[in-house]
Nanobody, 123 residues
Framework: QLQLVESGGGLVQPGGSLRLSCAAS????????IGWFRQAPGKEREGVSC????????NYADSVKGRFTISRDNARNTVYLQMNSLKPEDTAVYYC????????????????WGQGTQVTVSS
């Protein structure tokens, strides 16, 4: 059974850092594009970052460029999202998602989703 499990969320002060992990089980991550999305209360789910299958190509939402870094360790079947210089507006539930084809900000292009991990940035 294909499963994605996020971890690493929590409460952090503005300017702090967190590293989220997305661990895959039941399938080999090498074949999948992985995206990170987030959803704040009352807002639509939005794309944050995406990694190609090899990790050689990545993209980021303008709001997180220069602060967030996506990486993947296919040997560990895990994708990471390093988040630095966090701001209160980064507060959201963060999800990882997988698809077989290409990076996209369109949530419906991703058939596989984790359960999400809460990130709260507050002093």
């Amino acid at each position: 059974q294909l499963q994605l499990v996020e971890s690493g969320g929590g409460l952090v002060q503005p300017g702090g850092s967190l590293r989220l992990s997305c661990a895959a089980s039941g399938f080999t991550l090498d074949y999948y594009v992985i995206g990170w999305f987030r959803q704040a209360p009352g807002k639509e789910r939005e794309g944050v970052s995406c990694s190609s299958r090899s990790g050689g190509s990545t993209n980021y939402a303008d709001s997180v460029k220069g602060r967030f870094t996506i990486s993947r360790d296919n040997a560990r079947n895990t994708v990471y999202l390093q988040m630095n210089s966090l701001k209160p507006e980064d507060t959201a539930v963060y999800y990882c998602a997988a698809n077989l084809y290409y990076c996209s900000d369109y949530v419906h292009n991703y058939p596989y989703w984790g359960q999400g991990t809460q990130v709260t940035v507050s002093s």
